[in-house]
């Protein structure tokens, strides 16, 4: 369109209306850029501008520079690089992580843990106190079942295994015997319980010692602070001479020590039996003690019965057998019979109240 109006120009230049129209374009032209190459040294005079200026610049750089290169560049870039990257990246990567994660881990953990720990303790702790009562049920009252006082069989000292039981055998004493019966078993392991002697003849007649063996009873327990070892000897009777006396004895002494847990505990006091009390030796008289054994003697002064007193004397050990180690029957024998004038210190019944008269400090 630039082209042609120039041609008409250049044809009608003697018309002054189109030379008007002619200046127009020529001016529009210039404002868009397309006569760059118009030199004002070809123009002639002023009134020679219209024409010198149209003639030779319109047919050189108007329809090649212009319309040509600006829609190429512009159109080429813009639409081929935005639609490529952003729908590729999105659709791609939040898909394919969000569900793979997620559905993996939790099924896993919590099935897993649940079912392992509480199934395992429940049924651990119930049967445990099950046994107890069921083990000691009220069997009625016991029948006494006496035998001869020289066929009661002894039992057999066991091995130590508790911090208690070494203990007691450490200071198991030593018992003399000046006159009167030597310890005998008080019970067999079935409950069986020596009938004693009576009274007659010479203080040692007919009890100068079981054919089954010599036997000492044990007990221990924690009192005010102090371990309390208790042991107990049986005579089928007592008796300072013919006619005095009665049948059965039981003696005992005490010994006192700081502490069973320790590795060379202490003897701190004695205290033997004497007619249903103690005397008491606190601490005790060293030349009444050999190493860890006490040294206890068993005499009547006429007419007094029996009784035990510290002594210098050495004497004999018997076989010892704590409470906890006495068999069910034994035990039961021992807290139920009657003794006549004597009496069990060591059973359920006893036990206790025998310390607390004993007690030397």
């Known amino acids: 369109m630039t082209v042609a109006r120039a041609e008409d120009v250049i044809q009608n230049r003697d018309s002054s209306q189109d030379q008007v129209q002619q200046a127009i374009t020529f001016d529009s032209l210039e404002k868009q850029g397309t006569l760059e190459y118009v030199d004002s040294s070809d123009l002639d005079d002023s009134s020679n501008t ?39 990246e999105v659709l791609t990567e939040a ?11 939790a099924p896993t953990e919590a099935p897993t843990e649940a079912p392992t720990e509480a199934p395992t303790e429940a049924p651990t702790a119930a049967p445990t106190p099950a046994p107890t009562p069921a083990s000691t049920p009220d069997p009625g009252p016991w029948a006494d079942k006496w035998i001869g006082h020289d066929d009661v069989q002894s039992f057999k000292q066991p091995e130590p295994v508790t911090i208690s ?9 030593q018992l003399h015997v000046t006159n009167g019966c030597h310890p005998y078993p008080a019970v067999s ?34 009192i ?68 860890t054994s006490v040294k206890v003697n068993y005499e009547s002064h006429w007419p007094i019965n029996h009784a ?24 039961r024998a021992l807290n139920s019979v009657g003794w006549g004038k004597a009496n069990t210190p060591f059973n359920d019944g006893n036990f206790q109240p025998k310390l607390e008269k004993a007690w030397p400090f």
């Open 224 to 291: 005010r602070g102090v371990w309390a070892i208790m042991y107990s000897w049986y005579f089928p009777k007592d008796s300072p001479s013919t006619g005095l006396g009665h049948r059965h004895d039981w003696e005992d002494v005490i010994v006192w020590i700081d502490n069973p847990d320790v590795a060379e505990p202490k003897i701190l006091a004695v205290t033997p039996s004497a007619h249903s009390g103690y005397s008491k030796q606190v601490p005790p008289n060293p030349d009444c003690v050999d190493g």
């Open 308 to 331: 035990l007193e510290s002594t210098s004397k050495g004497g004999d050990y018997q076989d010892l057998i704590m409470w906890s180690q006495v068999l069910e029957d034994a035990r």
């Open 189 to 222: 392991w079935w409950g069986e319980t020596g009938g004693g002697l009576k009274p007659t003849g010479a203080p040692s007649s007919k009890c100068k010692g079981s054919g089954w063996g010599s036997q000492a009873y044990g007990r221990s327990t924690w």
């Open 50 to 88: 219209t024409q010198s200026s149209i003639s030779p610049d319109l047919e050189t750089p108007t329809p090649e520079l212009v319309p040509t290169e600006v829609p190429t560049e512009a159109p080429a870039e813009a639409p081929t690089e935005a639609p490529t990257e952003a729908p590729t």
């Open 95 to 105: 898909p394919t992580e969000a569900p793979t994660e997620a559905p993996t881990e």
């Open 165 to 173: 039981e070494k203990a007691a055998v450490k200071f198991k004493p």
